[in-house]
């Protein structure tokens, strides 16, 4: 069975980083694209961007370019979304999720970041 | 950019409800629809507009008709009272719809 289970809540300054961990099972990792999505309290969900786990290929959401990184480990089957220069419209619950053909098939469970001075 | 219609959706257990996404560009038939329950993460309904995710209850349909797409629930039940986004998965960057909320009458 498929499962992307993500790292736990954290709290953070503003400027302050942040990495958000994906483990993946139940599929051939580099098989299937990771997409990254957030939703900010009360919120619309935000599509951030994309990953490649056979290749490491990104693609990011504009209004994200130069803040986001996101990148993957094959051995551990671990996506990773590190958001830097955190502002408190930043607060949010951060998703992966593995895509199949463009949409969103399985998703994480969520991490809430908070970012607060 | 995806348009949702309503914002909000009045609705009662067994009634038949239709949610709404316009496209603002051709899309094709790369629309998805998700259901996300409070405090849940988003799950997957619709993918290529009208197709069934794996294990969807059947009172679930989606359709396309040109740049606008349509999600029908034919009975609503207890767990689908919810909020429902549309995707677009045509182009770079993806977008979702802003969303449609649907409640109890």
Sequence with gaps: QVHLVQSGAEVKKPGASVRVSCKTSGYPFTTYNIAWVRQAPGQGLEWMGWMSPYN?????????????????????????????????????????????????????????????? | LMTQSPATLSASPGERVTLSCRADQIVGTNVAWYRQRP???????????????????????????????????????????????????????????????????
């Design chain 1, 56 to 117: 490491g290929n990104t693609i990011y959401a504009e209004e994200y370019q130069g803040r986001v990184t996101m990148t993957r480990d094959t051995s551990t089957t671990t996506a990773y979304m590190e958001l830097t220069s955190l502002r408190s419209d930043d607060t949010a619950v951060y998703y992966c999720a593995r895509e199949g053909g463009g949409w969103l098939e399985t998703w994480g469970q969520g991490t809430l970041i908070i970012v607060s001075s």
């Design chain 2, 39 to 105: 405090g849940q993460a988003p799950t997957l309904l619709i993918f290529g507009a009208s197709n069934r995710a794996t294990g969807l209850p059947g009172r679930f349909s989606g359709s396309a008709s040109g740049r606008d797409f349509t999600l029908t629930i034919s009975s609503l039940q207890s767990e689908d009272f919810a909020l429902y986004y549309c995707q677009q998965y045509n182009t770079w960057p993806r977008t979702f719809g802003q969303g449609t909320k649907v409640d109890i009458k």
